[in-house]
């Protein structure tokens, strides 16, 4: 079983920057895939970054490609996203996932955060 806690998530202008932590742990196998996901109120939840816990190749969506960074940090476990010029459309639940592969679709990820508020104002 892997257990994620988040934190980061607040309040911010339009054009801030946030930077959002997820820590894992019991983490059991080494091929473990870490996203992060937002969902708007009457909006799908969506895959906005993700990265392999072993090769840490990034993937970004197109719609924050250029703002929003992943990374990681192997030996605390920790995945974050570094948000940067942030717009009000940017305004979600975030989640961070996690799955032995990689998948766009949040219902392939067996192991989820409790979701963290991300709010831009204008």
């Known amino acids: 079983q892997v257990q994620l806690v988040e934190s980061g998530g607040g309040l911010v202008p339009a054009g801030g920057s946030l930077r959002l932590s997820c820590a894992a742990s019991?983490?059991?196998?080494?091929?473990?895939?870490m996203g992060w996901f937002r969902q708007a109120p009457g909006k799908e939840r969506e895959l906005v970054a993700a990265i392999s816990w072993s090769v840490r190749r990034p993937y970004v969506a197109d719609s924050v490609k250029g703002r929003f960074t992943i990374s990681v940090d192997i030996a605390n476990n920790t995945v974050y996203l570094q948000m940067n010029t942030l717009k009000p459309e940017d305004t979600a639940v975030y989640y961070c996932?996690?799955?032995?592969?990689?998948?766009?679709?949040?219902?392939?990820?067996?192991?989820w955060g409790q979701g963290t508020q991300v709010t831009v104002s204008s």
């Open positions: 996932a996690a799955d032995p592969k990689f998948a766009v679709l949040p219902k392939y990820y067996a192991y």
């Open positions: 019991g983490r059991s196998f080494s091929n473990i895939v």
